[in-house]
């Protein structure tokens, strides 16, 4: 396929595309085998689960049919990469094209899909909070419970929610198999070094007869740990972890009804304290032993969801699903100046920290009627409703920093599929309704202490979406074409909490108004015997969008213009019945405005996008009952808005690039469970993150080293 004259893309990363459109042609010519189920590698799995996604069309859909950019990433993927690390983003950078580079923090700045936010679901609940993003919603749950994840790049009319990058859903497990089975799960994690020590304990029952139950309990523990030159890295990351899940099902008839509860707990660190690094030298933030005076690091995340469907109403399918989820995140303290107050302290000597809450309620209800009327014609139809209430508050001082945001949102949607042949169309309409409401509150004295008004906005929106899949034949190619427009809040409480200006009420913030997506895309897909590839080109653009910009360490909201255009390639080829290549490219090149009603001449910067991206991946059974997996990871150099300035900001970002490999090997045993090798930063590379080195706002505080080598031996059995 060939790339269009604003999307360039390296030589060397043309070439690997190329290679792999080659192997997949040798292989459609040639096909393989089919494996031993006992040999089958992780990304190779012929299931029809695997190939069938919910998400981008609230029904159970061929991923072949679905006109657009569909990842999915399988139960045993995640089991295999889980030998390595158990950080979900770094996840998602090895299987989904678009998404950035991961932080391996508990905050998730900067990890975006295709230069956007993405919405985060489990099960279909929204985990991500678009009314204050705290960069913290990417740890909810435990891998071990996962079945699989599915990833829809790019706005998404179907979910909306604020689905204005795409959607990442993670579909948690139930049990399949009649009987009672219990499963055990140990990690022990090293890097060879003090303070570097993890280690994992997991328990899992699952039982099916009339009534099928799963039930989920974990911990993990991890210390500091330390770069590839052996400093100590700093203290954001994750200390300890617990989830308790439990899912409960009943199938009569044609009909079902579950219920899910799940609670995920996160800590950082009480007894360590941050050393600022050295930027100009390349020293990176390390820690050393200390108390802190504030409350540590947390996350605590809590989902619920009740769901009936039936499988024969009306001659269509219907579904319901109830939904709770409550969010919390303590964030690092300090005697930070956004936070002082001479009414309180003298200047500069009040400690003072942030935590996020947010509380959400809805439903999400759809009835799939297909042959309405006429063979091939398929009705999709329901509504959505969502209600958010989020605030930010200071621990210390019990002082509000963001009032209390209550958020409805309604939307009514409709979808028409016809397929004749070859040929799928789908369009779609989505009307959304929102309504914010904010009381009379205070700012903070560092803004000046200004009253704001209270008040509600309201939005309506029509959301389109509409694309066709057209599938050459036998031959086992595809080719797709959609547009999808997306709709979501921009971060009001970033807004609201930085009003300056005296008489500002929340009626006439022009900020306010919601953020409009549109998503054109054109793809290119063959699946064959033993390989399968796809490459596509999209352009997404926002009139409205929203852009932080830093100064002076404070964060404000621009509405300007964002437009993101890009090109991703994924490719993979089992040569024999043992073996798997595969390979990921993604190049996201996204321009905004440095100020409304100007040019786009600035660079997205890292708390946008990533850079380009090359993953790739080999698998190999080299005995029966043993497999290893190799991912080799390249992000190519990024030097953007050299000479641009926001105010007296430097809004240069320059990032060197590095490249890191993981390894792991497995082996099933008859009788002693399933062992397992895990090598995270194979060659311990010493390097400093993607999002610590590019952002143009960082300090010597937050320069972060990624981890170096790490060893982590597991074992799992079932019994």
Same mark, same amino acid.
């Given at each position: 396929?060939?790339?269009? /004259?604003?999307?360039?893309?390296?030589?060397?990363?043309?070439?690997?595309?190329?290679?792999?459109?080659?192997?997949?042609?040798? #292989?459609?010519?040639?096909?393989?085998?089919?494996?031993?189920?006992?040999?089958?590698?992780?990304?190779?799995?012929?299931?029809?689960?695997?190939?069938?996604?919910?998400?981008?069309?609230?029904?159970?859909?061929?991923?072949?049919? =679905?006109?657009?950019?569909?990842?999915?990433?399988?139960?045993?993927? =995640?089991?295999?990469? $889980?030998?390595?690390?158990?950080? /979900?983003?770094?996840?998602?950078?090895?299987?989904?094209?678009?998404?950035?580079?991961?932080?391996?923090?508990?905050?998730?700045?900067?990890?975006?899909?295709?230069?956007?936010?993405?919405?985060?679901?489990?099960?279909?609940?929204?985990?991500?909070?678009?009314?204050? *993003?705290?960069?913290?919603?990417?740890?909810?749950?435990?891998?071990?419970?996962?079945?699989?994840?599915?990833?829809?790049?790019?706005?998404?009319?179907?979910?909306?929610?604020?689905?204005?990058?795409?959607?990442?859903?993670?579909?948690? &497990?139930?049990?399949?198999?009649?009987?009672? +089975?219990?499963?055990?799960?140990?990690?022990?994690?090293?890097?060879?070094?003090?303070?570097?020590?993890?280690?994992?304990?997991?328990?899992?029952?699952?039982?099916?007869?009339?009534?099928?139950?799963?039930?989920? %309990?974990?911990?993990?523990?991890?210390?500091?740990?330390?770069?590839?030159?052996?400093?100590?890295?700093?203290?954001?990351?994750?200390?300890?972890?617990?989830?308790? *899940?439990?899912?409960?099902?009943?199938?009569?008839?044609?009909?079902?009804?579950?219920?899910?509860?799940?609670?995920?707990?996160?800590?950082?660190?009480?007894?360590?304290?941050?050393?600022?690094?050295?930027?100009?030298?390349?020293? !990176?933030?390390?820690?050393?032993?200390?108390?802190?005076?504030?409350?540590?690091?947390?996350?605590?995340?809590?989902?619920?969801?009740?769901?009936?469907?039936?499988?024969?109403?009306?001659?269509?399918?219907?579904?319901?699903?109830?939904?709770?989820? !409550?969010?919390?995140?303590?964030? !690092?303290?300090?005697?930070?100046?956004?936070?002082?107050?001479?009414?309180?302290?003298?200047?500069?000597?009040?400690?003072?920290?942030?935590?996020?809450?947010?509380?959400?309620?809805?439903?999400?209800?759809?009835?799939?009627?297909?042959?309405?009327?006429?063979?091939?014609?398929?009705?999709?139809? $329901?509504?959505?409703?969502?209600?958010?209430? !989020?605030?930010?508050?200071?621990?210390?001082?019990?002082?509000?920093?963001? /009032?209390?945001?209550?958020?409805?949102?309604?939307?009514? *949607?409709?979808?028409?599929?016809?397929?004749?042949?070859?040929?799928?169309?789908?369009?779609?309409?989505?009307?959304?309704?929102?309504?914010?409401?904010?009381?009379?509150?205070?700012?903070?004295?560092?803004?000046?202490?200004?009253?704001?008004?209270?008040?509600? &906005?309201?939005?309506?929106?029509?959301?389109?979406?509409?694309?066709?899949?057209?599938?050459?034949?036998?031959? $086992?190619?595809?080719?797709?074409?959609?547009?999808?427009?997306?709709?979501?809040?921009?971060?009001?409480?970033?807004?609201?909490? #930085?009003?300056?200006?005296?008489?500002?009420?929340?009626?006439?913030?022009?900020?306010?108004?919601?953020?409009?997506?549109?998503?054109?895309?054109?793809?290119?897909?063959?699946?064959?015997?033993?390989?399968?590839?796809?490459?596509?080109?999209?352009?997404?653009?926002?009139?409205?969008?929203?852009?932080?910009? =830093?100064?002076? $360490?404070?964060?404000?909201?621009?509405?300007?213009?964002?437009?993101?255009?890009?090109?991703?390639?994924?490719?993979?080829?089992?040569?024999?019945?043992?073996?798997?290549?595969?390979?990921?490219?993604?190049?996201?090149?996204?321009?905004?405005?440095?100020?409304?009603?100007?040019?786009?001449?600035?660079?997205?910067?890292? +708390?946008?996008?990533?850079?380009?991206?090359?993953?790739?991946?080999?698998?190999?059974?080299? #005995?029966?009952?043993?497999?290893?997996?190799?991912?080799?990871?390249?992000? %190519?150099?990024?030097?953007?808005?050299?000479?641009?300035?926001?105010?007296?900001?430097?809004?240069?970002?320059?990032?060197?690039?590095?490249?890191?490999?993981?390894?792991?090997?497995?082996?099933?045993?008859?009788?002693?469970?399933?062992?397992?090798?895990?090598?995270?930063?194979? *060659?311990?590379?010493?390097?400093?993150?993607?999002?610590?080195?590019?952002?143009?706002?960082?300090?010597?505080?937050?320069?972060? #080293?990624? +981890?170096?080598?790490?060893?982590?031996?597991?074992?799992?059995?079932?019994?």
């Amino acid at each position: 396929m060939r790339a269009c /004259p604003c999307l360039p893309f390296s030589s060397t990363a043309a070439a690997v595309a190329g290679l792999l459109c080659l192997m997949a042609l040798n #292989a459609q010519a040639e096909p393989a085998t089919q494996p031993n189920e006992a040999l089958a590698l992780p990304a190779a799995s012929s299931q029809e689960l695997e190939r069938v996604v919910v998400t981008a069309t609230r029904g159970a859909k061929a991923v072949e049919k =679905i006109p657009g950019a569909i990842s999915i990433i399988s139960a045993q993927e =995640i089991r295999q990469q $889980g030998l390595v690390s158990e950080d /979900p983003s770094q996840l998602l950078v090895l299987k989904v094209p678009g998404y950035a580079p991961a932080r391996q923090k508990m905050s998730n700045f900067g990890e975006g899909l295709r230069g956007r936010n993405a919405l985060l679901l489990l099960d279909g609940i929204p985990q991500t909070n678009p009314l204050r *993003f705290g960069g913290r919603e990417g740890y909810f749950a435990d891998p071990m419970m996962v079945e699989r994840v599915e990833v829809v790049s790019g706005a998404s009319a179907a979910q909306g929610m604020g689905a204005t990058g795409g959607i990442i859903n993670t579909i948690t &497990r139930r049990a399949q198999v009649e009987g009672t +089975r219990h499963t055990l799960d140990f990690k022990l994690g090293s890097q060879g070094h003090a303070d570097s020590s993890s280690w994992k304990a997991g328990y899992m029952l699952e039982h099916k007869s009339s009534v099928d139950v799963l039930a989920y %309990l974990g911990t993990r523990s991890q210390d500091l740990g330390v770069d590839g030159s052996g400093r100590l890295l700093a203290t954001e990351s994750l200390h300890s972890a617990n989830d308790a *899940f439990l899912k409960i099902g009943h199938d009569f008839g044609p009909q079902r009804v579950q219920l899910m509860l799940n609670q995920f707990r996160a800590e950082g660190f009480d007894d360590w304290v941050d050393v600022p690094g050295k930027r100009a030298a390349g020293l !990176s933030t390390t820690a050393k032993p200390g108390s802190l005076p504030y409350d540590p690091l947390r996350n605590r995340v809590r989902s619920a969801s009740f769901e009936w469907s039936h499988a024969d109403l009306a001659q269509g399918v219907a579904s319901l699903q109830l939904f709770k989820q !409550s969010f919390s995140a303590v964030y !690092s303290g300090g005697v930070i100046g956004t936070f002082q107050d001479a009414k309180i302290a003298p200047l500069n000597s009040l400690v003072d920290q942030s935590e996020i809450e947010a509380e959400k309620w809805g439903m999400r209800a759809s009835w799939v009627r297909p042959d309405l009327g006429l063979t091939g014609l398929e009705l999709t139809a $329901g509504v959505d409703l969502l209600n958010d209430t !989020s605030s930010q508050r200071l621990t210390q001082t019990g002082r509000v920093w963001v /009032p209390p945001l209550q958020y409805r949102s309604v939307a009514p *949607f409709t979808q028409l599929e016809y397929e004749q042949g070859p040929l799928t169309v789908r369009g779609g309409l989505r009307s959304e309704h929102t309504r914010l409401r904010v009381d009379d509150y205070q700012t903070l004295a560092f803004y000046g202490s200004r009253q704001v008004e209270g008040g509600e &906005r309201k939005a309506e929106k029509l959301v389109k979406s509409l694309g066709a899949v057209w599938r050459f034949g036998q031959s $086992g190619w595809s080719s797709f074409v959609s547009y999808n427009e997306g709709f979501g809040p921009p971060d009001v409480g970033l807004i609201l909490r #930085a009003v300056k200006t005296a008489g500002s009420s929340v009626g006439n913030l022009v900020d306010l108004q919601a953020i409009v997506t549109d998503n054109r895309e054109l793809g290119l897909a063959w699946r064959g015997a033993s390989a399968s590839m796809s490459a596509s080109l999209y352009r997404s653009h926002s009139d409205f969008g929203s852009q932080i910009v =830093i100064t002076n $360490g404070v964060g404000t909201v621009q509405r300007v213009p964002i437009e993101v255009e890009g090109f991703e390639f994924s490719g993979e080829w089992r040569p024999t019945a043992a073996t798997h290549l595969s390979a990921i490219y993604a190049r996201t090149r996204g321009q905004t405005a440095s100020a409304p009603n100007q040019p786009l001449n600035l660079e997205l910067g890292a +708390r946008s996008q990533g850079p380009e991206k090359l993953v790739l991946g080999a698998g190999w059974a080299f #005995a029966p009952n043993w497999r290893t997996q190799l991912y080799v990871q390249h992000l %190519l150099p990024r030097h953007i808005n050299a000479g641009k300035l926001a105010g007296t900001t430097s809004l240069e970002e320059r990032f060197d690039g590095y490249t890191l490999a993981d390894l792991s090997i497995s082996w099933q045993t008859a009788s002693a469970g399933e062992w397992g090798l895990g090598l995270e930063n194979l *060659f311990n590379r010493a390097y400093i993150t993607y999002y610590s080195q590019a952002h143009y706002a960082g300090s010597d505080d937050d320069y972060y #080293a990624g +981890r170096g080598r790490t060893a982590t031996l597991s074992w799992r059995r079932s019994f």
